[in-house]
Nanobody, 122 residues
């Protein structure tokens, strides 16, 4: 079992930066593939970024070059050059343990946090 708690959301202006954090407790965190997803009002939840337990990172095209996922004893999402279209609830997710490949699919992730809201004003 893995418990995930996100933090760091807020209201910012376009062009600003935010850093989201996802604290994980329970099973060996280091053996899980971790990801960030987001869900904007009226839209489906979509993949943002992932960090595999083997060290690989993956990004959605819409955030590549602006967002960075990293992990130590927590998972972070550094978001730079924010745009109004980045407005959403951001969710941390875990998949594992010890799975060979990460995934961009919502259905592939076993555990989810409660989400943190990010609002970017123009």
């Amino acid at each position: 079992q893995v418990q995930l708690v996100e933090s760091g959301g807020g209201l910012v202006q376009a062009g600003d930066s935010l850093r989201l954090a996802c604290a994980a407790s329970g099973s060996a965190f280091s053996s899980y593939n971790m990801a960030w997803f987001r869900q904007a009002p009226g839209k489906e939840r979509e993949f943002v970024a992932a960090s595999s337990w083997t060290g690989g990172t993956y990004y959605a095209d819409s955030v590549k070059g602006r967002f960075t996922i990293s992990r130590t004893n927590a998972v972070y999402l550094q978001m730079n050059s924010l745009k109004p279209e980045d407005t959403a609830i951001y969710y941390c997710a875990a998949r594992g343990p010890y799975l060979a490949a990460t995934s961009t699919s919502v259905d592939a992730y076993n555990y989810w946090g409660q989400g943190t809201r990010v609002t970017v004003s123009s």
